[in-house]
C-alpha cells in the first residue's frame, strides 16, 4: 500500500533532530517560549511542522529538550572551568570569566536560563536537577576554601545561591539590551566583569588575604 503524503516518514536524519534543537534554544532564548511557534520555528528552518512533530511530539517535549541540552552545555562549561588547578577567590574568578565568555559567544544559552528559572517556571526544576552534581562540588569546594581560610567564612550553600544569582544576572544584562535593540560593547561587557569581580573580592576575600 502506497502512503499518502501526510503519513510519510521524515529521513531519521540526526542532523536535522540537532538542528532544531539549535533553533529552539536560539527563539526560546530570545523571544521567549510562550511566544515562540512550532509554525515559526518550521518556518526559520525551511522544514515542516509536522516534521519537527517527528522528532518532538510535542512543543513541551521540545521544551524539555532544549532544557536537556542546555543544562549540559552549561554544566560543561562550569566543569572546564573548575578543573581543580586553582583554588579561593581565583577559582571564583575563572569561573566568572567563563560565563561572561558564554554569555558573549552564547548569549541565547543563558537567556533560556532566565527564561526557564523566572518565578512559578515549571521548567526550573528540571534545569535544577541537571545541574545538582556541579553545584554540590561547587558547594564542597566553598566550604574547603572557607576552612583553609582562603574564602571568607559563611554558609557555603547560601554563597553558592547568591553567586549563581549575581554572576548570571549581570552576564545575562547583554541578552537583556540585545531584546530592547541596545547593541551591547565588548567594551562595555569587559568592564562590567570587572566591576563584578571587584566586587565579589571584597565580599569573599578575608582581610589580610591575597
Same mark, same amino acid.
Do not use: N
Given at each position: 500500500?502506497?502512503?499518502?503524503? @501526510?503519513?510519510?516518514?521524515?529521513?531519521?536524519?540526526?542532523? !536535522?533532530?540537532? #538542528?532544531?534543537? $539549535? @533553533?529552539?534554544? @536560539?527563539?526560546?532564548?530570545?523571544?521567549?517560549?510562550?511566544?515562540?511557534?512550532?509554525? /515559526?520555528? /518550521? *518556518?526559520?528552518?525551511?522544514?515542516? &511542522?509536522?516534521?519537527?512533530?517527528?522528532?518532538?511530539?510535542? &512543543?513541551? *517535549?521540545?521544551?524539555? $529538550?532544549?532544557?536537556?541540552?542546555?543544562?549540559?552545555?552549561?554544566?560543561?562549561?562550569?566543569?572546564?572551568? /573548575?578543573?581543580?588547578?586553582?583554588?579561593?577567590?581565583?577559582?571564583? $574568578?575563572?569561573?566568572?570569566?567563563?560565563?561572561?565568555?558564554?554569555?558573549?559567544? #552564547?548569549?541565547?544559552?543563558?537567556?533560556?536560563?532566565?527564561?526557564? !528559572?523566572?518565578?512559578?517556571?515549571?521548567?526550573?526544576?528540571?534545569? @535544577?536537577?541537571?545541574?545538582?552534581?556541579?553545584?554540590?562540588? $561547587?558547594?564542597?569546594?566553598?566550604?574547603?576554601?572557607?576552612?583553609?581560610?582562603?574564602?571568607?567564612?559563611?554558609?557555603?550553600?547560601?554563597?553558592?545561591?547568591?553567586?549563581?544569582?549575581?554572576?548570571?544576572?549581570?552576564?545575562?544584562?547583554?541578552?537583556?539590551?540585545?531584546?530592547?535593540?541596545? *547593541?551591547?560593547?565588548?567594551?562595555?561587557?569587559?568592564?562590567?566583569?570587572?566591576?563584578?569581580?571587584?566586587?565579589?573580592?571584597?565580599?569573599?576575600?578575608?582581610?589580610?588575604?591575597?
Amino acid at each position: 500500500m502506497v502512503e499518502s503524503d @501526510a503519513t510519510v516518514r521524515p529521513v531519521a536524519d540526526g542532523d !536535522t533532530r540537532e #538542528r532544531i534543537l $539549535a @533553533a529552539a534554544l @536560539a527563539a526560546f532564548g530570545t523571544e521567549g517560549v510562550a511566544a515562540t511557534s512550532l509554525d /515559526a520555528l /518550521a *518556518d526559520t528552518l525551511g522544514i515542516t &511542522k509536522q516534521t519537527i512533530l517527528y522528532w518532538f511530539p510535542s &512543543k513541551q *517535549d521540545l521544551f524539555d $529538550a532544549v532544557i536537556d541540552t542546555a543544562a549540559a552545555d552549561l554544566a560543561r562549561t562550569f566543569e572546564e572551568a /573548575a578543573d581543580g588547578s586553582l583554588a579561593g577567590f581565583e577559582q571564583v $574568578a575563572a569561573i566568572v570569566r567563563r560565563v561572561f565568555r558564554l554569555a558573549s559567544r #552564547r548569549p541565547e544559552l543563558l537567556g533560556l536560563v532566565r527564561e526557564v !528559572t523566572r518565578p512559578g517556571s515549571a521548567a526550573a526544576a528540571r534545569l @535544577a536537577g541537571h545541574l545538582v552534581p556541579a553545584a554540590d562540588r $561547587a558547594r564542597a569546594f566553598l566550604a574547603r576554601e572557607m576552612a583553609a581560610g582562603r574564602l571568607r567564612a559563611s554558609d557555603p550553600g547560601l554563597l553558592l545561591v547568591s553567586l549563581y544569582s549575581t554572576v548570571v544576572g549581570v552576564a545575562t544584562e547583554v541578552e537583556v539590551q540585545r531584546a530592547l535593540g541596545v *547593541d551591547p560593547t565588548l567594551r562595555a561587557m569587559v568592564q562590567r566583569r570587572r566591576e563584578l569581580l571587584r566586587f565579589l573580592e571584597a565580599a569573599l576575600v578575608p582581610a589580610g588575604g591575597d
